[in-house]
């Protein structure tokens, strides 16, 4: 079955830098992947769509500057959190669709538990 | 707009028994996808089992089994035989066939097994 890789796991930085964090799909294309966040015990918070070759579409609220999204190619989707501050520690998911299946099933990667100190 | 919620923060069932986790979804379409996914204390999302709208018969996978309700837009998950693997939190999941790929999530049940 399809399968989303997320890279990488955890990661600890200071306030004030970036973090990049990769998405690939590993044995299909994706046009589109999808960027979310969870709080603690929360659902899940659509950031935003990926699209191959063109400009994410961010959900409202979420700050473009700051959680830059790049989908370079038919296998790959960063989300770099800029000058990252305390309060963007979060879960953060990427999740894909096999659209060449035909099939309307969201695989997910593992997330990526970010810490701001 | 499309809305998923999940009524039960938290349920708990004994091993072996069956539990039943609710989801209600509001929506205008008639052609739509629900979807349970699943996520352990490892935070992988797993889809445990999805459901076409055009589809009368209640989708079933193994211990896991739904009752789709259209018309009084109901989709509950049924886990029968719990087993402590089966501990997680559980996303009842929507997505309308048509429009793009935007999947809305409910706000999630806590799932615990008790041995």
């Known amino acids: 079955g399809a399968v989303v890789s997320q890279h990488p796991s955890r990661v600890i930085c200071k306030s004030g830098t970036s973090v990049k964090i990769e998405c690939r799909s590993l044995d299909f294309q994706a046009t589109t992947m999808f960027w979310y966040r969870q709080f603690p015990k929360q659902s899940l918070m659509l950031m935003a769509t990926?699209?191959?070759?063109?400009?994410?579409?961010?959900e409202q609220g979420v700050e473009k500057d700051k959680f830059l999204i790049n989908h370079a190619s038919l296998t790959l989707s960063t989300l770099t959190v800029t000058s990252a501050h305390p309060e963007d520690s979060s879960f953060y998911i990427c999740s894909a669709r096999d659209q060449s299946s035909g099939a309307n099933v969201l695989t997910f990667g593992a997330g990526s538990r970010l810490t701001v100190l | 707009a499309q809305t998923v919620t999940q009524s039960q923060p938290e349920m708990s069932v004994q091993e072996a028994e069956t539990v039943t986790l609710s989801c209600t979804y509001d929506t205008s379409e008639s052609d739509y996808y629900l979807f349970w996914y699943k996520q352990p204390p490892s935070r992988q999302m797993i889809l445990v089992i999805r459901?076409?709208?055009?589809?009368?018969q209640n989708a079933t996978e193994n211990r896991f089994s739904v009752n789709f309700q259209k018309a009084a837009k109901s989709f509950s998950l049924k886990i029968s035989d719990s087993q402590l693997g089966d501990a997680a939190m559980y996303f009842c999941a929507y997505k309308f066939s048509n429009t793009g790929n935007q999947f809305y999530f409910g706000t999630g049940t806590s799932l615990t097994v008790i041995p």
């Open positions: 990926s699209n191959e070759g063109s400009k994410a579409t961010y």
């Open positions: 459901q076409e709208a055009y589809k009368q």
